[in-house]
Each structure stands twice: as structure tokens, then as C-alpha cells.
């Protein structure tokens, strides 16, 4: 990718990685080949603070997993009322860098290929 647009990108999506691998990042657009610049405009990144707000007001009912595309998660909070509260409240502590993670996978995924 051209610089100029590595920067624009970093600069409009800070917020969605983890701040620990904002290099990594960085160093993964660089390298990118240019045709991969129309796939990452097609990647729905998920948006961290989206992801605390449904955990607060629906994550016992694991909509933020859902969110997230943890099925799996999101059936088993779902079913257990969020784990009788507890898993829900852990997880308003541990949803913003679930979707930072996520996020850093999503970006992986589309430059790999």
C-alpha cells in the first residue's frame, strides 16, 4: 500500500486494534500488496465501544457475542441468562478488547489471502 494511505488508515481506525500490535499493524499495510487496499474497505470492523454498550444493556442475553460473531459464546450466554449475571459482568470488563482482537483477526484474514 502507498504510505499515505497506511497512514490514513491507522489514523481512522486507531481505536479498533490493540494498542500492543498497532506496529504489527502497521507493518502488515506497509507490506500489503496494493490490491489488497479494495478488501480492507469491505471489512466490517467492529466498533469496541458498540460492543461495551450492547454488553451493558443486552449482554445477558449474549447479543455482544453475537456481535462479535462468537456464536458459540453468545448461545451459551444466551441459555444461561449470562451466566446468572456473572459471565455478563466479566465480560463488560473484557468485550472492548474482545473486539479489538477480533478486529486484528479480521485484518489478518484479509491480507493473508
Given at each position: 500500500m502507498i504510505q499515505q494511505q497506511v497512514d490514513l488508515f491507522i489514523a481512522s481506525h486507531q481505536g479498533m486494534f490493540?494498542?500492543?500490535?498497532?506496529?504489527?499493524?502497521?507493518?502488515?499495510?506497509s507490506n500489503a500488496p496494493e490490491e489488497k487496499n479494495i478488501s480492507l474497505q469491505c471489512i466490517d470492523f467492529k466498533n469496541p465501544t458498540t460492543a461495551l454498550l450492547l454488553s451493558i444493556f443486552l449482554g445477558y442475553?449474549?447479543?455482544d457475542?453475537?456481535?462479535l460473531g462468537d456464536i458459540m459464546q453468545g448461545v451459551g450466554k444466551l441459555i444461561t441468562g449470562g451466566g446468572c449475571g456473572v459471565w455478563t459482568?466479566?465480560?463488560w470488563f473484557?468485550?472492548?478488547?474482545?473486539a479489538r482482537n477480533k478486529n486484528f483477526q479480521l485484518l489478518s484474514q484479509a491480507?493473508?489471502?
Open positions: 490493540p494498542a500492543a500490535m498497532m506496529m504489527q499493524v502497521y507493518d502488515m499495510l442475553l449474549g447479543i457475542r453475537f456481535y459482568v466479566i465480560d473484557l468485550i472492548m478488547d474482545a491480507l493473508s489471502y
